[in-house]
């Protein structure tokens, strides 16, 4: 069991570098080709790597891509212990606005409306997140109400550097090898695209994780299907049975993919299409649709489903061609992380040992532990504490900010035996 001296010390390391953190503008812009895909990843990428050396880590790497590394070395007597990785990322969603975030604690949450100083027009309530009912008597903190707040995933980053600040002062908390690594872009799905992984451990942990307790080792197959639809324009006051619209075509293909095989008639362990731009002309017209489900089989029938519509639509509209490749995103770790179970059980053991409940969930999405785990490095998620991710109305509990830090110092304990 921690000390009292020691989890007050992580509550508090832990939220001032969060309120600091949350501050420095890192949205990474999903229209753009360069790694990173914003430059402002790099004004905390800085910051973070010059604290990582005040904390005495070593080897220390703020990369031309964005990322950043470290090593922490073991205790004393402990070097020869498998090295255990932590990442979190850097960038915030481009979804909502992350510039000029001002944080705001509200003290002493006793289940009242929360009102934003910055934006009349939203409150957050117990309907919004009914996790907030079970956080009362806490310290929550929220942003204006004209931003994001950004503890996705500023959180996991404030985290982790907490549990490197209670490495150093308090020695009795022994550990072995510790790799560290903030990764830039998770938000626009290259968090791993430029990653070295000669710098990662054999087994990681993400802290990009929600709610207080939560454990994810199971993410989406993921795909995504770019369907390219060539037509033939000719005048329309000449066109009977020469026209082939493309884009009015595509349009027709596209709304029979099954309306409740969307995005917002799903949930839990559903699959679903989702249809996420579509442009064209007379001659051409291109979609992008991405296909998720937890298992592969059931996004190969999806697939087999747009294939054989497109032939279908050929036969139908002569001389109209469509074009359809699919892309495997990401894979479903599950199927990683299962043969190295271990990596999961001292998880739950360490989420326990914090005085939590474990709330195994699977992720409607992928982490950037969804590519480790497929590059042989499994990694589960661990809560970073946020809710309502990507929202002006996000929010984390102070206290979640030192439960995760605990669970990663009962964790390092874990994996000395491991
Ligand atoms: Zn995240």
Known sequence: MLSEEIKEFLHEEALNRFLRYVQIWTTSDDHSNSNPSSQNQFDLGKILASELMELNLENIVHDEYGYVYGDLPASTGLEEVKPLGLLAHIDTSPAVSGKNVKPVIHKNYDGRVIE?????????????????????????????????????????????????????????????????????????????????????????????????????????????????????????????????????????YLSEIPDYESPEHTEEREGFYYLSELSGTVEEANATVIIRDYEEKNNQKRMEYLQKLGELYEFQYSGLKVNIEFLH??????????????????????????????????????????????????????FSGGLLFHSRKEHIPTLALQKASEVLIYLAELWIFA
């Open 116 to 252: 934003f100083a910055s934006n009349p027009d939203i409150r957050l309530t117990t309907e919004d997140s009914p996790n907030l009912k079970k956080y009362i008597g806490l310290d929550i903190v929220t942003s204006e109400g004209d931003t994001l707040l950004g503890a996705d995933d500023k959180a996991g980053i404030a985290e982790i550097m907490a549990t490197c600040a209670a490495w150093k002062k308090f020695s009795e908390l022994k550990h072995g090898p510790v790799i560290i690594c903030f990764t830039p872009d998770e938000e626009v799905g290259r968090g791993t695209s430029k990653i070295d992984r000669k710098r990662l451990p054999d087994f990681c942990y993400t802290l990009d994780g929600s709610e207080m307790g939560e454990l994810e080792f199971e993410c989406f197959d993921a795909w995504k299907a770019t369907i390219k639809f060539t037509g033939l324009s000719v005048h329309p006051g000449h066109a009977k049975n020469l026209l082939i619209n493309a884009i009015h075509i595509a349009s027709r």
């Open 329 to 382: 995103q990401y894979r479903n770790m599950l199927q990683f992380i299962e043969a190295k179970k271990e990596v999961v059980d001292l998880a739950k053991k360490a989420i326990e040992m914090a005085g939590l409940d474990i709330k195994i969930h699977a992720i409607r999405g992928g982490t950037d532990g969804s590519k480790l785990s497929e590059m042989g490095k499994p990694t589960p998620n661990i």
